[in-house]
């Protein structure tokens, strides 16, 4: 897995991403947000959070 991504980030590689702690870790009841090419990355739960692509 890559480095975690910041939320509202575009232009990333279609696909399925996890919502991840600070430094990747895992988070309690993580989103799983499917996007297409060009989309942008949606907000997470909670401040601080960042999104991995699975």
Do not use: C, F
């Amino acid at each position: 897995m890559g480095k975690p991504i910041n939320p509202g980030t575009d232009n990333q590689p279609a696909g399925k991403y996890k919502e991840v702690g600070p430094r990747g870790g895992s988070v309690k009841n993580p989103r799983i947000v499917n996007i297409d090419p060009g989309d942008r990355l949606p907000p997470t739960q909670e401040p601080g959070h960042k999104w991995q692509k699975k």
